[in-house]
């Protein structure tokens, strides 16, 4: 059984997220979407509103497991026994940051491949900081997040706002 380990923040998790987990789900028995505490970043959603969102999102797809981790990548991933990392790339800057990324944990975890999934050209525009901004301001978010998070989603960032479907 051929598993991989797809890390991300997910603050929140987009349609760009989304389409990249589903086609490593094309490729791997099992995909694991590690929901991962930054330092470097200041998360919206807590953990586990982040964990709940990616459950809803994924919940028609058993062969996908959503888990949490606050350590170093590596370390799950041995700990899970995946043969790769499956990383999505909107871009040239994506892939630059993500490659520093791999060289990282190849040194970390020998063995463990890295797989790169490009976004199609329609959603390269989709981050989860456009999400939050757009969300903030009671921007519609049907086009940037899965139907099934987009109310509470829209709910979290703009109180005010109520629904996002318009």
Known sequence: MRS???PGTFDPITLGHESVVRRAAKIFDTVYVA????IDKKTVFSA??????AKKVFADNENIKVITSNGLLADLAKDLGVCAMVKGVRGVSDFDYEYSLFLINDALAPGLETVFIPA?????FISSTAVRDIGSYGGDLSGFISPAIINEVAKKLNPAAGSAEK
């Open 4 to 6: 991989a380990i797809c």
């Open 35 to 38: 929901v991962l505490d930054n």
């Open 48 to 53: 586990e509103e982040r964990v709940s969102l």
């Open 120 to 124: 199609y050209a329609n959603q390269t």
